[in-house]
């Protein structure tokens, strides 16, 4: 079974944007709705690109360390795992604390990407936020890490997706 992807980063990198900006224009309502959302959303191109998707609720395997990942595996997880490819982690709670709580995860986790999303209610708070992240992966970002960030705001036209 060959579990790699046919497309190259950078396009894979714009079907994911393009997957989150389609789903933040849904009209979907409280944390769980949008988490779904976000997350069938993302096991789909992770499926339509040969990856192992965790969680899958279709074949019962759980979450692994964060919210969603995509896994490059045979058949045999055990003896044919060659890493992740995405790795994700979503937090609602504005609180900077929160967030970074998540974030960090991303700093250690070994992910060719690691996407981030979070909301937000204002460009000051956006900011905040941004720069709290920015300042928690330096030491990441120095061995070359590729980073996605996603702030949602309170309606389809705010979204901001940066890319590192």
Same mark, same amino acid.
């Given at each position: 079974?060959?579990?790699?992807?046919?497309?190259?980063?950078?396009? =894979?990198? /714009?079907?994911?944007?393009? *997957?989150?900006?389609?789903?933040?224009?849904?009209?979907?309502?409280?944390?769980?709705? &949008?988490?779904?959302?976000?997350?069938?959303?993302?096991?789909?191109?992770?499926?339509?690109?040969?990856?192992?998707? !965790?969680?899958?609720?279709?074949?019962?395997?759980?979450? &692994?360390?964060?919210?969603? *990942? &995509?896994?490059?595996?045979?058949?045999?997880?055990? @003896? @044919?795992?060659?890493?992740?490819?995405?790795? *994700? @982690? /979503?937090?609602?709670?504005?609180?900077?604390?929160? /967030?970074?709580?998540?974030?960090?995860?991303?700093?250690?986790?070994?992910?060719?990407?690691? =996407?981030? /999303?979070?909301?937000?209610?204002? @460009?000051?708070?956006?900011?905040?936020?941004?720069?709290?992240?920015?300042?928690?992966?330096?030491?990441?970002?120095?061995?070359?890490?590729? !980073?996605?960030?996603?702030?949602?705001?309170?309606?389809?036209?705010?979204?901001?997706?940066?890319? &590192?």
């Amino acid at each position: 079974m060959n579990n790699t992807s046919e497309l190259s980063n950078p396009q =894979l990198i /714009i079907e994911i944007k393009k *997957c989150l900006q389609e789903i933040h224009e849904g009209k979907f309502i409280g944390r769980k709705e &949008w988490t779904d959302a976000f997350k069938v959303g993302l096991k789909k191109i992770g499926i339509d690109n040969k990856f192992k998707v !965790y969680p899958n609720p279709d074949n019962k395997d759980g979450e &692994w360390l964060v919210d969603l *990942c &995509w896994s490059i595996e045979g058949d045999d997880w055990k @003896e @044919e795992f060659k890493g992740l490819k995405l790795a *994700c @982690e /979503i937090e609602w709670n504005r609180s900077v604390d929160d /967030i970074l709580f998540d974030f960090q995860k991303l700093t250690v986790i070994d992910s060719e990407i690691r =996407l981030m /999303i979070f909301q937000f209610n204002s @460009e000051k708070e956006f900011e905040d936020i941004m720069a709290a992240i920015i300042k928690a992966s330096k030491h990441s970002q120095q061995k070359g890490n590729r !980073y996605i960030i996603v702030g949602t705001g309170n309606n389809e036209s705010n979204i901001r997706i940066f890319e &590192w």
